[in-house]
């Protein structure tokens, strides 16, 4: 009996959980939902991104299809792929996700892109959702100062070296015994797996000679190089020993970074081994010893730091081959962000990046110093060496080295305009810097135009900047030495500015160009300007010298203006039939027309209308004995604008 009733039980129990999993449904798509899941909390950023992609598209459910657009944003951010980032995080704030975070975080990607002024909204408005939390106003009192350190950049000349970057991640240069070595995932990088997080190759050590501006072929350090990531070196000045970072172990399957030491014998480096100090349970990474190799500087989320990772040290005796035990450099240097790339300059000024103190965008790179066991205040370098994007990796040439005509130091950064991901750049002291500061005002009110467009170009065409003014109407920006330029501006509803040459050609000294520009209000269809100038001879429609003066001017704006369409209209005084009069002008408004077609206008974009004596603006009227200059005001020419919506065909 015993028997029976035990099996009977476990027939109700399951039964009862069958009918319990019948009646609770699965839901849709849940493995593939936690594939994704898995990938982004393993860090696994770029695949993480693609699998929430294609579900995304397959979820009904608005409220889970919400969060998977966060989450790919999201993914995207932590990957370091701005731009997709930012089309992201447009589409997360337009579905009204509810986490006030986003605004934050998509204020962060707008600095990444140097849009300042828009950042500074979007903080605004974060603060407005979480007025409690100070970093909001921070964030937007921080768009206001980085402003201005791109309007009065620093005397630097950054370059990038295209002949060592690719399209995948070229970063961290270091210069040791006439050479260059640095870390890239370029196809050349050993093995074939590819790394998660990024979406390229695993990173590898590379060397290229220097000379001068230019750089040899890059080669691999193969005998250093694994399948999985090597990088971020630090080598003595004769190039016989190297520490630089390893990640994942050489079997893949480690999770943290150490730091590795190999030596340069009978002419290969020896198999490198870890360092002491490192552990399973943190990172350390990205060494940088002092010039008599006494100390040694690195980056580690070893417990005791003040957030994610800090800047440490640790003392070496290198006869000994000792180590003493780590030191944080304090929260002057430190904050609740991370610390990465130290480098320690000749003179003991130590350079690093940071995320957590007032910055362009991503990682800038910061100065300090030990004075006496004490660190000073973290200090940044402003802009061009930073940029909206991440800048760090900065080392020097030994001052040995230097020369004016040359590179003095190299950066990495992932700034516009680059050849793909990370890209190395080199850094020159300029001679003399030529900046441009202006404003732009309304012509009428005098008052200023925020978020105008303004352009500068070569005379080839080639684009120099794209830049908004601020709320004041005003712009600034370092120009390119040697050149003649052209500078437009612009903005909606506005008539766009005439071209205005700017000619940086022949200056032997730091100069600074200050322009005024006022821009008109598109006239509205109801309101008709005269063309002052335009006359004809008694019972002519031939256009007068005088009068292709003002059709030329006409021209210009048209062209400067590719939307508006209008309408150009011609009159006459009553001193005729007025079936003559109105022939007559319609005569006078299409050779108006043909004039400016021989001059690049479209005929399009121009409706000629005659109204001969039926629109005076004044009381001559017929049997009216009036001036001749009353009737001269009558025989007119004005336009119209009619539309502002034209587009070129192609």
């Not at 770029?46 to 699998?51: I, K, P, Q, S």
């Not at 730091?510 to 520009?517: N, Q």
């Amino acid at each position: 009996m015993m028997v029976v009733r035990t099996l009977l039980l476990l027939i109700a129990v399951f039964t009862g959980l069958n009918l319990s999993a019948q009646q609770q449904k699965p839901i849709p798509y849940q493995l593939e939902l936690d594939q994704a899941d898995a990938a982004f909390k393993f860090k696994k950023y770029n695949t993480a991104a693609n699998l929430y992609q294609k579900l995304y598209t397959k979820i009904k459910d608005q409220e889970l299809k919400q969060k998977i657009l966060f989450k790919i944003a999201d993914s995207y951010r932590n990957s370091n792929n701005f731009k997709q980032a930012l089309k992201w995080y447009e589409e997360v704030l337009n579905s009204k996700y509810p986490d006030p975070a986003v605004i934050y975080s998509y204020g962060q990607l707008l600095k990444n892109f140097e849009r300042y002024e828009e950042a500074g909204r979007a903080f605004y408005d974060y603060n407005f959702e979480v007025p409690e939390d100070d970093k909001g106003k921070d964030a937007q009192k921080s768009c206001a100062v980085v402003a201005q350190w791109k309007a009065n950049p620093l005397k630097y000349n950054v370059q990038n070296i295209k002949a060592l970057n690719t399209e995948a991640s070229d970063y961290s240069s270091f210069f040791a015994n006439g050479k260059l070595y640095f870390t890239s995932a370029r196809k050349e990088s050993q093995g074939n797996a590819i790394f998660e997080w990024t979406g390229q190759k695993f990173c590898d050590l590379f060397e290229s000679n220097l000379n001068g501006s230019t750089y040899a072929k890059p080669v691999p350090l193969k005998t250093l190089n694994t399948n999985f990531n090597e990088g971020v070196a630090w080598l003595d000045s004769n190039a016989s020993s190297i520490y630089f970072t390893q990640c994942n172990g050489n079997d893949g399957k480690g999770i943290n970074c150490k730091i590795l030491v190999s030596y340069f014998q009978n002419g290969a480096w020896i198999t490198p081994v870890p360092l002491p100090f490192n552990s399973d349970s943190f990172s350390c990474g990205h060494p940088a010893f002092t010039a008599d190799g006494r100390r040694m500087y690195f980056s580690s989320d070893m417990p005791g730091g003040y957030g994610e990772k800090d800047i440490w040290y640790l003392s070496y005796d290198g006869i000994k081959n000792t180590w003493g035990s780590p030191v944080n450099l304090g929260k002057q240097v430190n904050s609740s962000e991370d610390e990465l790339f130290p480098y320690v300059k000749e003179d003991g000024t130590i350079y690093y990046s940071s995320k957590g103190f007032t910055g362009m965008g991503g990682l800038d790179i910061f100065i300090t110093k030990d004075t006496s066991g004490s660190f000073k205040n973290a200090e940044n370098l402003k802009y061009p060496i930073n940029s909206g994007g991440d800048d760090f990796g900065i080392s020097f040439l030994p001052l040995s080295k230097q020369n004016r005509s040359d590179p003095i130091a190299f950066i990495t950064s992932n700034r516009e305009g680059g050849e793909g991901d990370d890209d190395l750049y080199s850094i020159a002291v300029k001679p003399y810097v030529f900046l441009i500061k202006g404003i732009v005002l309304e012509r009428g009110t005098k008052e200023p135009i925020g978020s105008a467009n303004v352009s500068l170009n070569l005379n080839d065409g080639k684009n120099v900047f794209k830049i908004k003014t601020n709320d004041k109407g005003q712009f600034g920006a370092e120009l390119p030495l040697n050149q003649l330029m052209i500078l437009q501006t612009g903005k909606e509803k506005y008539l766009s500015a005439a071209d205005m040459s700017i000619d940086s050609r022949g200056f032997a000294k730091d100069s600074i160009t200050e322009v005024i520009i006022y821009l008109d209000q598109i006239p509205s269809e109801d309101v008709e300007l005269t063309l002052q100038g335009i006359y004809y001879d008694l019972d002519k429609y031939d256009i007068r010298p005088e009068a292709r003066v003002v059709l030329d001017s006409l021209a210009t704006i048209l062209k400067n203006n590719p939307t508006l369409v209008i309408e150009l209209a011609s009159h006459t005084d009553s001193r005729a039939p007025a079936e003559y009069n109105l022939d007559l002008s319609k005569k006078r408004a299409q050779s108006c027309v043909n004039y400016l077609t021989q001059k690049g206008i479209s005929k399009e974009r121009m409706v000629p209308v005659g109204y001969g004596e039926t629109k005076l603006v004044n009381d001559c009227s017929d049997d009216v004995d009036c001036t001749e200059a009353e009737h001269q005001q009558n025989r007119r020419t004005t336009i119209r604008v009619i539309r502002s919506d034209f587009k070129i065909k192609k």
